[in-house]
């Protein structure tokens, strides 16, 4: 069974960074589509990256990195804005990257908040 656990996420303000990490357990790295997703308060989960995809609102600004040594993948996030406050999610896919973004089978984590402030 597949089990991510994510960490990182904190309060910084605009303009700021983070780096949130994500642990994998359970299988190994390469038999997985990894990524990112986030939920705002009121919207719906989002895909925000993937190897080697961005959602166009995140282009130049995130960066999604794998360590499969450490068995963690992490997501870099640069020039926050506060439209970027969400409750982040590590996501893992067995059967492709497209399913991966559409949400499909996919396995979970519970989640690390960002918030962003002025």
């Known amino acids: 069974q597949v089990q991510l656990v994510e960490s990182g996420g904190g309060s910084v303000q605009a303009g700021g960074s983070l780096r949130l990490i994500c642990a994998i357990s359970?299988?190994?790295?390469?038999?997985?589509?990894m990524g990112w997703f986030r939920q705002a308060p009121g919207k719906e989960r989002e895909a925000v990256a993937s190897f080697p995809k961005y959602a166009d609102s995140v282009k130049d600004r995130f960066t999604i990195i794998g360590d499969r040594a450490k068995k963690e993948i992490y997501l870099q996030m640069n020039k926050l804005k506060i439209e970027d406050t969400a409750m982040y999610y590590c996501?893992?896919?067995?059967?492709?990257?497209?399913?991966?973004?559409?949400?499909?089978?996919?396995?979970w984590g519970h989640g690390t908040q960002v918030t962003v402030s002025s």
């Open positions: 359970g299988e190994d790295m390469s038999e997985l589509y």
């Open positions: 996501a893992a896919n067995r059967e492709s990257s497209s399913r991966l973004w559409a949400g499909s089978g996919n396995y």
